[in-house]
């Protein structure tokens, strides 16, 4: 029997080919096994074997065969492994950066964005008159000469000082940001995966700046036990591990390496799960899983101090709901005179990119 087959309809499918499509869902699944291939491919045939992905024109070994040819993927590597390519690792930033957007740009809830126009480089569409002391190169002569014909006609042009239009920009600063990512293994218990949306930020995070903001700096340190930086392309296979807590060791980490950089405005953003329960003391961990011990929440907050005295804001996003960890992190808060959000998963990236932009805008007198 000849029928109609219904289907949802997905406007952002519009006129992908197979390959697009199954392409998406590869780079979603990357982010999930830290970017191992042969895992994500092990996905991609149970998805296709529970939902019909693909069709007996195009099949699972066709889409595998064209990532190789596309260069997405390598299996002619020394060890024979599949492995993914640096064109696959700008693919999953760049698809982070338009998630995370793309979900922006679909709320205005939060939005308090507030600067007052001044001397920058960046053009405001909106023009005002001509006030004294204003420069020249802020003058905008179209809408300017579009005055003086309205106001003295074209046979008898002239112009004044009330035909002139004044067109402002707003000053973006230089920044370096240095944003701390809890790797301990509270980061996957409970059921929840928290590191894969805290990787996806940091991949967004590091595409906005490389593409947009070329001459800011990122930093991304990573925090168990001990702390260290990871490269941009390693993002993808960042995993947690059998780690506590130690949340000093990367606030000396990011007060090390923001000393170094020139940028006037310095910034910690921290995405983080839990309390801190581990310290270093000499070569020995001090470790304390069982509430706030003093001893390491007191070191805590005597960094918050140090980094408010060096004009280094600390915004922590906190993804936890007790009521006790969320006194420690206002009081951390309150003693680098910083900021606090208590995000859940899915608005984690819409309150750092929102954060971050309002940050590097700076009112010019």
């Not at 903001?213 to 490269?231: H, M, Q, R």
């Amino acid at each position: 029997m000849i029928g109609h087959n219904f289907s949802k309809f997905d406007p952002n499918e519009e006129g992908k080919s197979k390959f697009e499509q199954l392409l998406d869902i590869f780079m979603q699944l990357l982010s999930y096994t830290n970017g191992d291939v042969s895992e994500a491919l092990s996905w991609m045939n149970q998805l296709d074997k529970e939902y019909e992905m693909t069709n007996q024109d195009y099949g699972m070994g066709d889409f595998i065969e064209e990532l190789k040819d596309k260069g997405y993927i390598d299996d002619k590597n020394q060890q024979g492994e599949i492995k993914i390519t640096p064109k696959t690792e700008q693919g999953i930033r760049k698809r982070s950066l338009e998630e995370i957007f793309g979900k922006l740009k679909k709320t205005k809830q939060g939005d308090h964005h507030s600067f007052k126009p001044g001397q920058g480089d960046e053009i405001n569409p909106e023009t005002r008159p001509f006030r004294f002391g204003d420069m020249i190169e802020q003058i905008d002569f179209t809408t300017s000469i579009l005055n003086a014909q309205i106001n003295h006609g074209i046979e008898s042009f002239s112009m004044n000082e009330d035909d002139l239009a004044i067109r402002e920009t707003d000053f973006k600063a230089q920044t370096s940001t240095v944003l701390m990512i809890d790797i301990s293994h509270s980061m996957i218990l409970y059921g929840e995966d928290r590191i894969t949306p805290a990787k996806k930020v940091a991949m967004a995070l590091s595409e906005l700046i490389t593409t947009k903001y070329p001459k800011d700096t990122l930093d991304i340190v990573v925090f168990g036990n001990d702390a260290w930086t990871v490269e941009i392309k390693d993002l993808p296979y960042l995993q947690v591990g059998p780690y506590h807590t130690n949340t000093v060791a990367g606030l000396e980490l990011a007060m090390d390496i923001l000393r170094k950089r020139r940028n006037p405005n310095k910034q910690v953003f921290m995405i983080t799960d839990g309390k801190p329960t581990c310290l270093k003391v000499g070569k020995r961990y001090y470790k304390n899983s069982f509430g706030l011990d003093r001893k390491i929440t007191a070191r805590c907050l005597n960094l918050a101090a140090q980094c408010k005295k060096l004009k280094v804001p600390i915004t922590t996003f906190m993804i936890a709901t007790d009521p006790y960890l969320q006194r420690f992190v206002q009081e951390f808060t309150e003693t680098n005179n910083g900021k606090a959000f208590f995000a859940t998963l899915d608005k984690l990236g819409a309150f750092i990119f929102k954060d971050f932009e309002s940050g590097r805008r700076k009112t010019v007198y």
